[in-house]
């Protein structure tokens, strides 16, 4: 068990519809990342959170927004869903300090979209 | 522009036999080199990184990864296969000490009874 929690497991919607994925990190951990895993693109990076700022953000579209809480939860938002958004997203949590670039996978949230 | 390769989609290998995966950077500086392993239907776990010293990094499951500047290589190794073993590997390279990760393509690794 990694200590950091994804809700839900499994979300299953409709085309055009909104959902909000939630993660809980490790205790103490400051930094948050989303990504997305597909069969077709692999591991993409969408955004990094620290300590409630935005750090830096990849391959994150439009539709699709998030933020840290000051309780250092983690929600991203995916709006105007699409066929193409169906894909594992995965969130992540690490130390600030003394971190040296491990990050502590959740088990993800796999999102069907019909 | 920094980034990872890794050459090989999949990786078949009977048990008991060694295992190589293969990943290969491009970086400037110094680079801050990873394994991460994932378990079909789980998130990725950390295996092991590579930040300075001696070039042999041991991990967890026993696996061991050789970091070779001159070929800019992070190969990840194992003596002898598990079944267990069976999983999707990643290299990630560190970028800008900002703890943000560049992620190879994933190679999948079967092995074989």
């Known amino acids: 068990d990694s200590g950091v929690t994804q809700t839900p497991k499994h979300l299953i919607t409709a085309t055009g519809q909104r959902v909000t994925l939630r993660c809980s990190p490790r205790?103490?951990?400051?930094?948050v990342y989303w990504y997305q895993q597909s069969l077709d693109q692999g591991l993409q990076f969408l955004i990094h959170?620290?300590?409630?700022?935005?750090?830096a953000k990849g391959n994150i579209l439009e539709r699709f927004s998030a933020q840290q809480f000051p309780d250092l939860h983690s929600e991203l938002n995916l709006s105007s869903l699409e066929l193409g958004d169906s894909a594992l997203y995965f969130c992540?949590?690490?130390?600030?300090?003394?971190?040296?670039?491990?990050?502590?996978f959740g088990a993800g949230t796999r999102l069907s979209v019909l | 522009a920094q980034s990872v390769a890794q050459p090989e989609d999949q990786v078949n290998v009977a048990e008991g036999n060694p295992l190589t995966v293969k990943c290969t950077y491009s970086v400037s500086g110094n680079p801050y080199l990873f394994w991460y392993v994932q378990y079909p239907n789980r998130g990725l776990q950390f295996l092991l990184k590579?930040?300075?010293?001696d070039n042999l990094v041991k991990g967890s499951y026993g696996f061991e990864a050789e970091f070779n500047k001159s070929q800019t290589s992070f190969h990840l190794k194992k003596p002898s296969a598990l079944v267990s073993d069976s999983a999707l590997y990643f290299c990630?390279?560190?970028?800008?000490?900002?703890?943000?990760?560049?992620w190879g393509a994933g190679t999948k690794l079967i092995i074989k009874p």
């Open positions: 205790s103490g951990d400051l930094s």
């Open positions: 590579y930040i300075t010293g």
């Open positions: 992540a949590s690490s130390p600030r300090d003394g971190g040296t670039g491990i990050q502590y």
């Open positions: 959170y620290y300590n409630g700022e935005e750090r």
């Open positions: 990630a390279v560190e970028k800008d000490s900002n703890y943000q990760l560049i």
